[in-house]
């Protein structure tokens, strides 16, 4: 394992090489003995892992292949992030959370507990790029929410509690806690009783 910074790893670790701890960050860069990768109890890395400094993650986490976490983001306990995923830095993911394969989370994205999204999906965080107008603003994804493959999910939206987003959906604004949105641009439909989910 490759190590940068000071790295605490808690009993359990199971390690598929190659993997990259506490990859300094831009303001990192040159230097020693800055905060590295905490991880809890009883992780799986799997081979192409890097995660950068600062970063702190719950117990029983487990990656795919080739996953990139960047700096200062925080992931609960018990979550599960697929192959080729990259989580920009500055991110939020609560517990029991799971990121399918080629999920992309942009910086300032905050993820709340049991939420799942399918493979493919991409959530954005510059309304108006390059200019940088408005800042970079992440989506906001509640507790419970289910997010379908080949999602994109714009700057800024709320996706409630509990609410799904169908497949191929392109979400341009917030979807309301147990509602269903569906289409390009997504539509806001009551949900099914059969998907009915509790959180």
């Known amino acids: 394992m490759i190590e940068y910074g000071i ?5 359990g670790l199971q390690v598929f090489e190659p993997v ?18 905490t991880i809890g109890m009883d992780a799986v890395l799997r081979s192409g892992t890097i995660i950068y400094c600062d970063v702190t993650i719950g117990d029983r986490f487990q990656t795919g292949h080739n996953v990139i976490i960047r700096e200062k983001t925080r ?9 080729g995923v990259v989580i920009e830095g500055n991110t939020q993911i609560g517990d029991n959370a799971n990121l399918q394969s080629m999920v992309y989370i942009p910086t300032n994205t905050s993820i709340g507990d049991r ?16 200019s940088g107008t408005g800042g970079l603003v ?5 507790n419970g929410a289910a997010i ?13 509690e509990g609410a799904l987003v169908a497949a191929a959906a392109v979400v341009t604004r917030d979807v309301p806690a147990h509602m269903l949105a569906v289409g390009a641009p997504a539509k806001i439909r009551g949900l099914p009783s059969a998907l009915t989910r509790k959180t």
């Open 148 to 160: 379908g493959a080949n999602v994109t999910i714009l700057p800024g939206v709320r996706i409630g």
């Open 75 to 83: 992931i609960g306990n018990h979550v599960s992030v697929g192959t």
């Open 7 to 11: 790295n605490k790893t808690g009993t």
């Open 138 to 142: 992440g989506p906001v994804i509640e």
């Open 20 to 37: 990259t701890l506490g990859f300094p960050s831009r303001e990192n860069i040159g230097k020693t003995g800055f905060s590295g990768t």
């Open 115 to 130: 939420v799942f999204i399918g493979p493919n999906a991409v959530l954005t965080n510059d309304r108006y790029p390059p």
